[in-house]
T-cell receptor, first 114, second 112 residues
Framework: KAGVTQTPRYLIKTRGQQVTLSCSPI?????VSWYQQTPGQGLQFLFEYFSETQRNKGNFPGRFSGRQFSNSRSEMNVSTLELGDSALYLC?????????????FGNGTRLTVT | GENVEQHPSTLSVQEGDSAVIKCTYSDSASNYFPWYKQELGKGPQLIID?????GEKKDQRIAVTLNKTAKHFSLHITETQPEDSAVYFCAASNLNNEKLTFGTGTRLTIIP
């Protein structure tokens, strides 16, 4: 089975711009979660989608949004980029919605905001 | 909400020695505790997990222990090898077992 695919791998944006990141989950996985990884902060939960519905949301401002399509692929969008949004954004898919359902992570999208 | 603290943030160990990483959690209702390993340039990968009805679990050179009373759990790696060098994350489930809260990570370096 192919793993979780995230595109693009690297992005450089300017403050004030917006960005869209894409995630293709493992075939058959209907749950997709997004995390922000920064040095010292670890993995911060952004949101989780299941069957095109947002199930959980972390403590991020409304500039961070996401969606899931009928084929389980997911996108996240960040509007009005700030320097502090520079981070590695990880997508993870899992076969179920329980916390105990193993997360399968992609290799991430490295976003740099200048 | 759940708060997970992880220590140390960095750890250097001589090859062949053991490494121990510790995590504490705040929500006494948490019942699932996984550990993820993140190699350079890759996403985290689940390496071992433990549920609250078990005190210890082993898988070859790695083991996890859980102390529910003290609300802490630990990852133990024995006979460390260079390929063990990575960042390790602990996590704990929330009350409704809906999502995980991750620790801030430990960068483990194995010295040849």
């Amino acid at each position: 089975k192919a793993g979780v695919t995230q595109t693009p791998r690297y992005l450089i944006k300017t403050r004030g711009q917006q960005v869209t990141l894409s995630c293709s989950p493992i075939s058959g996985h209907r749950s997709v979660s997004w995390y922000q990884q920064t040095p010292g902060q670890g993995l911060q939960f952004l949101f989780e989608y299941f069957s095109e519905t947002q199930r959980n949301k972390g403590n991020f401002p409304g500039r961070f949004s996401g969606r899931q399509f009928s084929n389980s692929r997911s996108e996240m969008n960040v509007s009005t980029l700030e320097l502090g949004d520079s981070a590695l954004y990880l997508c993870a898919s899992s076969p179920g919605t329980e916390a105990s359902s193993p997360l399968h992570f992609g290799n991430g999208t490295r976003l740099t905001v200048t | 909400g759940e708060n997970v603290e992880q220590h140390p943030s960095t750890l250097s160990v001589q090859e062949g020695d053991s490494a121990v990483i510790k995590c504490t959690y705040s929500d006494s209702a948490s019942n699932y505790f996984p550990w993820y390993k993140q190699e350079l340039g890759k996403g985290p990968q689940l390496i071992i997990d433990i549920r609250s009805n078990v005190g210890e679990k082993k898988d070859q050179r790695i083991a996890v222990t859980l102390n529910k009373t003290a609300k802490h759990f630990s990852l133990h790696i024995t006979e460390t090898q260079p390929e063990d060098s990575a960042v390790y994350f602990c996590a704990a489930s929330n009350l409704n077992n809906e999502k995980l809260t991750f620790g801030t990570g430990t960068r483990l370096t194995i010295i040849p």
